[in-house]
């Protein structure tokens, strides 16, 4: 248990952590800037060892680090420290730039070598049967006389015994020539020929057989956590809105973020009911709103990449990174209210590590390259105590032509503790209520045998959990 719980959001928070401190520790070492103690975690000293002027440390607490500089802090009367280059705050302000930089570009870094072992050791992507889903009306698929429920098994002399096969076929296919589908239906087979114009309209008008309303991973923290959601949970209704495909989900709940919204599902035999809140699309979608599922996972097929598409790709997961989490940052700093619950600070990270590494290595990678981000966009976030508040002092010494004041400073570095402190302490709350309320939900649910009779949620129905995204 320990290992599959504890050990993966360990492993991850102390690789960013190390990583994000190691560039600090070493663009200190380049600038001549004297490093007296580089810790991988808080409190207490659990080994350690010392080289040269520096003592090397491995603390008790494995949340967070600190490099401690030579000058890093103000003198015993408040003024700003009397020394040269060797020490932080009389270090010229060039070099501070570069030392408080480092740690989150060390991050970026470090995301880019996630991304690139995730493309070179391959990853699941979600597959489907070669089964038709809906067909839409005048799309290119009905016209050609195909229907839901038809088989495609093969594409010209290329079998097809999956989704993906049939997709990658109709990619693959030379659209000069045209190309010709093998159908099945029912207990007959017949063909339909594609003209070299056809191919890349019907590619666009298939659709595969969806996913039912079966809940097949839940993610922590989230409106569906938050409001007792289980895996194996099959949802019945959304404020009294028949659900049969998972795909039908989504649609229910647009303009519903942050409301209170009935769900009726089933669970072992009984039909529950909750009361979901769900949260507002981090993407900056007006509209959607999302809590949290993912169905079943059916059916995957692998990705592996050689080396020099390796490398294109994470370069591309990188750059799409970044603009996701400063999207994600800026709708927290806009509209924090409304997205509170889904910050989340280390208890929450490894949750989010326990449940990557349970699905696999490659969704372990991918967190790990999204964590490196999230942590890279918040340090350098332009407040006291922060990378980005030592950036921008260096870069307003730069502006002025002189250091602040030690009082300017000590202010300064007053309002960071605070900001930061309160921060700190309303995230660790969100970490340690998530579960409580997630067992409150899960307690408080009403249930009916799948066979009683039973009404709709009302849409007045009071909430059990205070649940968004």
């Keep these: 248990m320990f290992l599959t719980t504890v050990v993966p959001g360990l492993v991850l928070l102390g690789l960013v952590i190390f990583v994000h401190e190691l560039g600090h520790f070493l663009a200190a070492?380049?600038?001549?800037?004297?490093?007296?103690?580089?810790?991988?975690?808080?409190?207490?000293?659990?080994?350690?060892?010392?080289?040269?002027?520096?003592?090397?440390?491995?603390?008790?607490?494995?949340?967070?680090?600190?490099?401690?500089?030579?000058?890093?802090?103000?003198?015993?009367?408040?003024?700003?420290?009397?020394?040269?280059?060797?020490?932080?705050?009389?270090?010229?302000?060039?070099?501070?730039?570069?030392?408080?930089?480092?740690?989150?570009?060390?991050?970026?870094?470090?995301?880019?070598?996630?991304?690139?072992?995730?493309?070179?050791?391959?990853?699941?992507?979600?597959?489907y049967a070669n089964v038709l889903g809906r067909v839409a009306p005048e799309s290119a698929a009905a016209r050609a006389g195909l229907a839901e429920?038809?088989?495609?098994?093969?594409?010209?002399?290329?079998p097809v015994a999956t989704w993906y096969d049939l997709v990658t076929g109709l990619t693959d296919a030379d659209t000069t020539q045209g190309v010709t589908l093998a159908i099945e239906r029912g207990d007959s087979a017949f063909a339909v020929p594609?003209?070299?114009?056809?191919?890349?309209?019907?590619?666009?008008?298939?659709?595969?057989?969806?996913?039912?309303?079966?809940?097949?991973?839940?993610?922590?923290?989230?409106?569906?956590?938050?409001?007792?959601?289980?895996?194996?949970?099959?949802?019945?209704?959304?404020?009294?809105r028949a659900i049969q495909r998972f795909d039908e989900i989504s649609p229910a709940l647009v303009g519903r973020a942050g409301q209170a919204v009935p769900f009726r599902i089933k669970r072992d035999g009984q039909v529950i009911e909750l009361v979901v809140r769900p949260a507002s699309d981090p993407t900056g979608d007006s509209g959607r709103a999302i809590i949290g599922v993912e169905p079943q996972r059916?059916?995957?097929?692998?990705?592996?990449?050689?080396?020099?598409?390796?490398?294109?790709?994470?370069?591309?997961?990188?750059?799409?990174?970044v603009v996701g989490t400063y999207s994600g940052l800026w709708l927290t700093i806009t509209r924090f209210w409304s997205v509170r619950e889904q910050m989340g600070g280390p208890i929450y990270i490894a949750q989010m590590a326990r449940d990557a590494a349970r699905k696999g290595l490659d969704w372990w990678l991918n967190m790990l390259g999204f964590i490196n981000l999230a942590i890279m966009a918040f340090n350098l976030l332009p407040i006291p105590l922060l990378d980005g508040g030592h950036i921008t002092l260096a870069l307003l010494q730069a502006v002025r032509g002189r250091p602040v004041s030690g009082r300017a400073y000590l202010n300064f570095q007053k309002v960071g503790l605070?900001?930061?402190?309160?921060?700190?302490?309303?995230?660790?709350?969100?970490?340690?209520?998530?579960?409580?309320?997630?067992?409150?939900?899960?307690?408080?649910?009403?249930?009916?045998?799948?066979?009683?009779?039973?009404?709709?949620?009302s849409p007045g129905s009071p909430p059990i959990a205070p649940a968004t995204r």
Excluded: C
């Design 29 to 127: 070492k380049w600038r001549g800037v004297r490093v007296i103690r580089f810790s991988l975690g808080m409190g207490p000293e659990a080994i350690g060892f010392t080289r040269g002027e520096t003592r090397y440390a491995i603390a008790w607490i494995p949340l967070g680090g600190f490099v401690q500089m030579a000058g890093d802090s103000l003198s015993e009367d408040g003024t700003m420290p009397e020394g040269g280059p060797d020490q932080f705050l009389t270090h010229p302000w060039i070099g501070r730039v570069i030392i408080a930089i480092a740690g989150p570009f060390a991050n970026l870094v470090f995301a880019y070598i996630a991304y690139l072992a995730l493309g070179l050791s391959g990853f699941n992507l979600p597959d």
């Design 149 to 158: 429920g038809d088989r495609i098994v093969r594409l010209g002399e290329r």
């Design 194 to 240: 594609l003209a070299a114009g056809q191919v890349a309209a019907m590619a666009h008008a298939l659709e595969p057989t969806a996913s039912p309303a079966v809940v097949g991973s839940i993610l922590s923290g989230l409106p569906a956590y938050l409001a007792g959601l289980e895996e194996g949970d099959q949802i019945l209704a959304v404020d009294g």
């Design 298 to 321: 059916g059916l995957t097929h692998s990705v592996r990449y050689a080396f020099p598409e390796a490398v294109r790709y994470a370069a591309m997961q990188t750059a799409s990174g």
């Design 418 to 457: 605070v900001v930061v402190g309160t921060l700190f302490v309303f995230i660790l709350a969100q970490d340690v209520m998530r579960p409580i309320r997630r067992m409150q939900a899960r307690q408080q649910a009403p249930r009916t045998s799948e066979n009683a009779p039973h009404d709709s949620v």
